[in-house]
C-alpha cells in the first residue's frame, strides 16, 4: 500500500497544496487522514496507516472505522481519482471480484436507462465488487 503517498498527499492539504473546499484540514491534521470522498451525509478519509475512516457532516469527531471491502475499495477508487498522486491505490480487480449488479459492470449508475452523473454506483464506480 502506498502508505507514503497517503502521508505526502496529507501534507500537500495541510500545505494548501491541494484544494480543501470542504474546509476539513484542521480534522485531517487532527485524524491524520487525507479526505477523499464526500456525499451528502458525511465524508470518508484514509488514514496514513491505510485505515479508511468515515464520519458524517454533523458529528465529524465522531469518527467509524470501515472495515467492508465495498467501501474500503470505493474509498481507494476516489483517494486515487481525486489525487493524482495516489494513482497506485486504484484497487485492482482479483479472481474472486464479481460484476456490479447494479451498473452492469460499467460502473456508471443508470436510472430508466439513462446514465445518472451525480449519482455514484453501489460499487462506487469501479463497475465490480471485492468476492468474498
Same mark, same amino acid.
Given at each position: ?8 498527499? =496529507? *501534507?500537500?492539504? =495541510?500545505?494548501?497544496?491541494?484544494? &480543501? ?21 458525511? @465524508?470518508? $478519509? ?8 468515515? $464520519? ?7 469518527? !467509524?472505522?470501515?472495515? &467492508?471491502?465495498?467501501? #474500503?475499495?470505493?474509498? @481507494?477508487? @476516489? ?8 494513482? *497506485?491505490?486504484?484497487?485492482? !480487480?482479483?479472481?474472486?471480484?464479481? &460484476? ?7 460502473? !456508471?449508475? #443508470?436510472?430508466? &436507462? *439513462? ?18
Amino acid at each position: 500500500m502506498a502508505l507514503q503517498q497517503i502521508k505526502d498527499g =496529507l *501534507e500537500m492539504l =495541510l500545505d494548501g497544496q491541494l484544494a &480543501d473546499g470542504n474546509k476539513l484540514s484542521s480534522w485531517a491534521a487532527h485524524q491524520q487522514a487525507l479526505p477523499a470522498l464526500f456525499d451528502m451525509g458525511g @465524508f470518508f $478519509a484514509l488514514r496514513t496507516d491505510g485505515v479508511v475512516l468515515s $464520519a458524517s457532516w454533523d458529528a465529524p469527531d465522531t469518527v !467509524r472505522v470501515e472495515d &467492508d471491502p465495498r467501501i #474500503r475499495s470505493m474509498v @481507494f477508487y @476516489f483517494a486515487s481519482q481525486l489525487h493524482p498522486s495516489l494513482s *497506485e491505490l486504484k484497487p485492482k !480487480r482479483g479472481s474472486t471480484g464479481v &460484476d456490479c449488479e447494479h451498473c452492469g459492470g460499467t460502473g !456508471r449508475f #443508470r436510472f430508466n &436507462d *439513462e446514465v445518472v452523473h451525480d449519482v455514484v454506483c453501489y460499487c462506487g464506480g469501479l463497475g465490480w465488487l471485492p468476492g468474498p
